[in-house]
């Protein structure tokens, strides 16, 4: 790696007290590779002569687990200002923690490290590196080493990063300046350099939105392909509205500018990660001019990073916040870190217009029909499925309804919506979830330090709104397994949920995103491309009649197995009463026989009758 002498280094003050002075380094990140998947750094630091521990970041906020990318570190030597290499050893216990022997004489080593982007693990995408001919997304955990010992919220890091010639790029970091193709950034702490992301592009849109009374927000859009960025108006506007929504809803904020760093490609996969000044987010590379997407994905992701900045990042679950990045983490709250942020940007989205409201009952009642077939909830609780975070994200698809998934998502979104019609029901629509956001999340507008908090506050703040038992609400819905799934909060928001036979476009929309044929909900199972057996709903006919996961259908009612065949066959069933499948399971055969009459069932939304429509009130837009 051709890198420079020292000279930038210098940026840091000399008036730094000797402790701050101590925990200190220099990171240069060489991005010029990235198209061949290769990312190479070199951080240097001050040391003296004996052992020196180092650890890889192993547990990266955002993704409440060990991330697993030291399995792509493809280069790792230690070496003396001198250029003599140093020797190192990897710990026996833990493999992201080496052990270095400096020599006598040395005070300054360089850690030289390669660093494979584009093969995310099973839960790093978001806090991974990629790169491809046209575009780039940095996160500078995957290029740093620090000594144990340091305290991130205070060591310091002058980072400078090397990118492909005429790329534009974006990120939360500070530009100091420029020079011989590198970019230099004012020297932050080790956190904020973490948690500060780099997109860049050969094609670049930057669009800047001033809130009164709130900080300016940019959105720095990079792609392969110029056509991706040529979203109109229409859609800025909504951006506008966006963050016009999130001041009324939080009314001060943590940052002193936000930005979002959008990466439109088909190289680069599907993310998003929250920040506390910004966030990563990427996305098809149609997906800032294809209706269809941004009534789905597209459209809730930026509000749901947005939110994050202030739950999650600001405000955090004390057990989540750690002076380093590799002691475990204590992740039983994720119910409020990603429950409360998935409903209050679902709320945003809508308020803004990003997603329709119509689209958006269409998805909820998506998100209560999977819920609905978690008989997981029996066994174990929504909190559980916090605590064991690290074990669900990723991981096996089958018998998913039996083990649950990562729930505290939609499931802790349905509860944050309850609380919300709860509040708005006992107090006539004069008090809102707002209410407690305005409190809980209060914050002068500026960058703020991160501010950790345990349930009970979270629990004096909903009193403060209105009082109410909510230990004993939170105790029955997050803590102990339930038999079903409670939906409550729906009925008392005006609607009950039903079955239609008529296929919503949000099930259209996941069927063509997946390439697989929907029938949960009717004879219990999904079938993929191939024809082949996806997933089996426990207690429904599928079940019954001991199918399994991998199983090829190859007929329907005596002829070759299709899409349309199986559905025609499906909607018959309400005559027939039945419906035979052929399948095979290695090299055996079986017609299966299924005594069945519903018909194809799909989830929806229904407004109860005579009932005032509360999420007509949550969803409206505050800012017109």
């Given at each position: 790696?051709?890198?420079?002498?020292?000279?930038?280094?210098?940026?840091?003050?000399?008036?730094?007290?000797?402790?701050?002075?101590?925990?200190?380094?220099?990171?240069?990140?060489?991005?010029?590779?990235?198209?061949?998947?290769?990312?190479?750094?070199?951080?240097?630091?001050?040391?003296?002569?004996?052992?020196?521990?180092?650890?890889?970041?192993?547990?990266?906020?955002?993704?409440?687990?060990?991330?697993?990318?030291?399995?792509?570190?493809?280069?790792?030597?230690?070496?003396?200002?001198?250029?003599?290499?140093?020797?190192?050893?990897?710990?026996?216990?833990?493999?992201?923690?080496?052990?270095?022997?400096?020599?006598?004489?040395?005070?300054?080593?360089?850690?030289?490290?390669?660093?494979?982007?584009?093969?995310?693990?099973?839960?790093?995408?978001?806090?991974?590196?990629f790169g491809s001919d046209g575009a780039l997304a940095i996160n500078f955990n995957?290029?740093?080493?620090?000594?144990?010992?340091?305290?991130?919220?205070?060591?310091?890091?002058?980072?400078?990063?090397?990118?492909?010639?005429?790329?534009?790029?974006?990120?939360?970091?500070?530009?100091?300046?420029?020079?011989?193709?590198?970019?230099?950034?004012?020297?932050?702490?080790?956190?904020?350099?973490?948690?500060?992301?780099?997109?860049?592009?050969?094609?670049?849109?930057?669009?800047?939105?001033?809130?009164?009374?709130?900080?300016?927000?940019?959105?720095?859009?990079?792609?392969?392909?110029?056509?991706?960025?040529?979203?109109?108006?229409?859609?800025?506007?909504?951006?506008?509205?966006?963050?016009?929504?999130?001041?009324?809803?939080?009314?001060?904020?943590?940052?002193?500018?936000?930005?979002?760093?959008?990466?439109?490609?088909?190289?680069?996969?599907?993310?998003?990660?929250?920040?506390?000044?910004?966030?990563?987010?990427?996305?098809?590379?149609?997906?800032?001019?294809?209706?269809?997407?941004?009534?789905?994905?597209?459209?809730?992701?930026?509000?749901?990073?947005?939110?994050?900045?202030?739950?999650?990042?600001?405000?955090?679950?004390?057990?989540?916040?750690?002076?380093?990045?590799?002691?475990?983490?204590?992740?039983?709250?994720?119910?409020?870190?990603?429950?409360?942020?998935?409903?209050l940007g679902q709320v945003l989205a809508i308020r803004s217009g990003l997603v329709?409201?119509?689209?958006?009952?269409?998805?909820?009642?998506?998100?209560?029909?999977?819920?609905a077939n978690r008989q997981g909830r029996q066994w174990r609780s929504l909190e559980?499925?916090?605590?064991?975070?690290?074990?669900?994200?990723?991981?096996?698809?089958?018998?998913?309804?039996?083990?649950?998934?990562?729930?505290?998502?939609?499931?802790?979104?349905?509860?944050?919506?309850?609380?919300?019609?709860?509040?708005?029901?006992?107090?006539?629509?004069?008090?809102?979830?707002?209410?407690?956001?305005?409190?809980?999340?209060?914050?002068?507008?500026?960058?703020?330090?991160?501010?950790?908090?345990?349930?009970?506050?979270?629990?004096?703040?909903?009193?403060?709104?209105?009082?109410?038992?909510?230990?004993?609400?939170?105790?029955?819905?997050?803590?102990?397994?339930?038999?079903?799934?409670?939906?409550?909060?729906?009925?008392?928001?005006?609607?009950?949920?039903?079955?239609?036979?008529?296929?919503?476009?949000?099930?259209?929309?996941?069927?063509?995103?997946?390439?697989?044929?929907?029938?949960?909900?009717?004879?219990?199972?999904?079938?993929?491309?191939?024809?082949?057996?996806?997933?089996?709903?426990?207690?429904?006919?599928?079940?019954?009649?001991?199918?399994?996961?991998?199983?090829?259908?190859?007929?329907?009612?005596?002829?070759?197995?299709?899409?349309?065949?199986?559905?025609?066959?499906?909607?018959?069933?309400?005559?027939?009463?039945?419906?035979?499948?052929?399948?095979?399971?290695?090299?055996?055969?079986?017609?299966?026989?299924?005594?069945?009459?519903?018909?194809?069932?799909?989830?929806?939304?229904?407004?109860?009758?005579?009932?005032?429509?509360?999420?007509?009130?949550?969803?409206?837009?505050?800012?017109?």
């Amino acid at each position: 790696m051709a890198i420079s002498g020292l000279p930038w280094f210098a940026t840091f003050a000399s008036a730094q007290d000797n402790r701050v002075a101590a925990q200190h380094m220099q990171l240069e990140v060489d991005a010029s590779q990235m198209d061949r998947h290769l990312l190479t750094s070199r951080i240097t630091l001050p040391v003296s002569a004996g052992p020196l521990v180092l650890w890889y970041p192993k547990w990266i906020p955002g993704i409440h687990g060990p991330g697993e990318q030291i399995r792509n570190i493809g280069g790792f030597q230690v070496k003396s200002a001198s250029g003599q290499r140093i020797f190192w050893r990897r710990d026996d216990d833990d493999m992201y923690r080496f052990h270095v022997s400096v020599p006598e004489g040395v005070e300054r080593i360089s850690v030289e490290l390669t660093y494979i982007t584009n093969q995310p693990t099973r839960v790093s995408t978001g806090v991974d590196s990629f790169g491809s001919d046209g575009a780039l997304a940095i996160n500078f955990n995957t290029c740093v080493v620090y000594p144990e010992g340091w305290n991130i919220r205070s060591a310091q890091a002058a980072v400078r990063v090397k990118l492909p010639e005429g790329w534009q790029f974006g990120t939360s970091l500070e530009t100091k300046s420029s020079e011989e193709g590198w970019v230099l950034f004012q020297p932050d702490t080790l956190e904020n350099v973490i948690d500060s992301p780099l997109v860049a592009g050969r094609h670049y849109r930057l669009l800047e939105v001033q809130t009164e009374g709130f900080p300016n927000t940019q959105f720095h859009f990079v792609s392969e392909a110029a056509e991706a960025l040529a979203f109109d108006e229409t859609l800025a506007n909504k951006y506008h509205q966006l963050m016009a929504e999130a001041a009324l809803m939080f009314g001060g904020a943590p940052f002193s500018e936000y930005h979002f760093l959008v990466v439109c490609s088909d190289q680069i996969p599907g993310m998003g990660l929250e920040h506390l000044s910004c966030s990563l987010n990427g996305i098809d590379q149609d997906g800032l001019i294809d209706q269809e997407k941004q009534d789905s994905r597209s459209g809730y992701l930026l509000a749901h990073e947005l939110v994050h900045a202030w739950c999650g990042k600001y405000r955090r679950p004390s057990g989540m916040y750690r002076n380093d990045l590799h002691t475990v983490k204590q992740t039983k709250l994720l119910w409020i870190y990603e429950g409360l942020t998935q409903y209050l940007g679902q709320v945003l989205a809508i308020r803004s217009g990003l997603v329709p409201h119509d689209q958006h009952l269409e998805n909820m009642a998506s998100d209560i029909g999977y819920l609905a077939n978690r008989q997981g909830r029996q066994w174990r609780s929504l909190e559980d499925t916090a605590i064991a975070a690290a074990t669900l994200r990723g991981g096996s698809k089958s018998w998913n309804d039996l083990r649950r998934n990562q729930d505290y998502y939609d499931e802790g979104a349905l509860f944050w919506l309850e609380i919300d019609v709860r509040i708005r029901q006992a107090t006539n629509g004069a008090k809102s979830l707002d209410d407690f956001c305005r409190t809980f999340f209060a914050a002068d507008v500026g960058r703020q330090a991160v501010k950790p908090f345990e349930l009970k506050e979270v629990i004096e703040t909903l009193n403060a709104v209105l009082p109410f038992d909510w230990a004993g609400l939170i105790d029955r819905r997050i803590h102990q397994p339930q038999d079903e799934l409670n939906l409550e909060g729906i009925q008392l928001a005006g609607y009950r949920y039903a079955f239609t036979d008529e296929k919503p476009n949000s099930v259209k929309r996941a069927e063509k995103r997946s390439k697989s044929i929907y029938s949960q909900y009717s004879l219990g199972l999904t079938i993929d491309e191939e024809n082949k057996i996806r997933s089996i709903t426990p207690g429904r006919p599928a079940d019954q009649q001991r199918l399994a996961r991998g199983m090829e259908v190859l007929g329907v009612n005596g002829r070759k197995f299709t899409k349309e065949r199986f559905e025609q066959a499906l909607q018959q069933t309400v005559e027939t009463r039945e419906i035979e499948l052929l399948v095979i399971d290695g090299d055996r055969f079986q017609n299966v026989q299924f005594e069945y009459a519903q018909g194809v069932r799909y989830p929806q939304l229904v407004r109860t009758d005579d009932t005032h429509d509360w999420l007509a009130d949550i969803f409206a837009a505050r800012s017109n």
